[in-house]
């Protein structure tokens, strides 16, 4: 009986960077940790997520989240990638696909996060559609899952740019400041990924 191909082996298969007008997609490295800091210490960014998206302790020392990414790329379990404008190689946020299910072609969560000084020029939607893409034709996925706190309205109008269905809510399922949030769970299915977005102006 033929072994299964290492979960590592396979994620590699997928060339990267992923390039776009004005994007590169590349795995994290030691010169993106400057804009990362700048990043988690901005608190528009976790309000708007509803609660920080690293640890402490990588919000301190952003190279451990370099290191702990290089780990789950090699051991094949998840993708995530620097955003980088092509235009100056800054990076300026993250996309990543979380929880590589190989038996059943299918990824638990697209993640994503821009920084605040570049919200709203379609940079989250440009990165999520070209990863989304290369994981159905290169990887073989067959479903992307996804999920946006209710009134996190930014997270929600990017999936639905790309074409992502809600398919439930997790009631209640997380409290910040006191208010109980429900987590809306949605579903991308190979073929139902829409076209490639408009981009503007690098
Ligand atoms: C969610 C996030 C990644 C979006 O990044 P972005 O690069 O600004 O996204 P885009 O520009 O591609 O699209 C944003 C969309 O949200 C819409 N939007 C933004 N704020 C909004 C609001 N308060 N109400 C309604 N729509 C809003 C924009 O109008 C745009 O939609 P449109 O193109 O139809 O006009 C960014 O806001 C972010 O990093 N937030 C914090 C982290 C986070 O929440 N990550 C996701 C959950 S883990």
């Given at each position: 009986?033929?072994?299964?191909?290492?979960?590592?082996?396979?994620?590699?298969?997928?060339?990267l960077p992923i390039e776009t007008r004005?994007?590169?997609?590349?795995?994290?490295?030691?010169?993106?940790?400057?804009?990362?800091?700048?990043?988690?210490?901005?608190?528009r960014t976790a309000r708007a997520a509803?609660?920080?998206?690293?640890?402490?302790?990588?919000?301190?020392?952003?190279?451990?989240?370099?290191?702990?990414?290089?780990?789950?790329?090699?051991?094949?379990?998840?993708?995530?990638?620097?955003?980088?404008?092509?235009?100056?190689?800054?990076?300026?946020?993250?996309?990543?696909?979380?929880?590589?299910?190989?038996?059943?072609?299918?990824?638990?969560?697209?993640?994503?996060?821009?920084?605040?000084?570049?919200?709203?020029?379609?940079?989250?939607?440009?990165?999520?559609?070209?990863?989304?893409?290369?994981?159905?034709?290169?990887?073989?996925?067959?479903?992307?899952?996804?999920?946006?706190?209710?009134?996190?309205?930014?997270?929600?109008?990017?999936?639905?740019?790309?074409?992502?269905?809600?398919?439930g809510r997790e009631r209640e399922a997380?409290?910040?400041?006191?208010?109980?949030?429900?987590?809306?769970?949605?579903?991308?299915?190979?073929?139902?990924?829409?076209?490639?977005?408009?981009?503007?102006?690098?």
């Amino acid at each position: 009986m033929r072994r299964p191909e290492p979960a590592g082996r396979r994620l590699a298969r997928l060339p990267l960077p992923i390039e776009t007008r004005r994007l590169r997609l590349r795995l994290p490295a030691a010169r993106d940790v400057p804009a990362l800091q700048a990043s988690f210490r901005d608190p528009r960014t976790a309000r708007a997520a509803g609660a920080p998206l690293h640890s402490a302790l990588e919000r301190r020392d952003p190279a451990r989240m370099v290191r702990r990414t290089a780990r789950e790329y090699r051991a094949g379990e998840h993708l995530s990638l620097s955003v980088v404008v092509r235009e100056g190689d800054r990076c300026v946020g993250r996309v990543g696909l979380r929880g590589l299910d190989w038996n059943w072609r299918k990824v638990e969560s697209l993640s994503y996060w821009v920084d605040p000084g570049s919200w709203n020029r379609g940079l989250a939607t440009e990165a999520s559609w070209a990863l989304c893409d290369a994981a159905f034709r290169r990887l073989g996925l067959r479903r992307i899952g996804s999920q946006a706190l209710e009134p996190n309205l930014a997270s929600r109008a990017v999936l639905r740019k790309l074409g992502f269905v809600e398919e439930g809510r997790e009631r209640e399922a997380v409290v910040v400041r006191g208010r109980a949030m429900d987590m809306l769970l949605f579903g991308l299915l190979r073929g139902e990924l829409r076209r490639p977005p408009a981009v503007g102006p690098p």
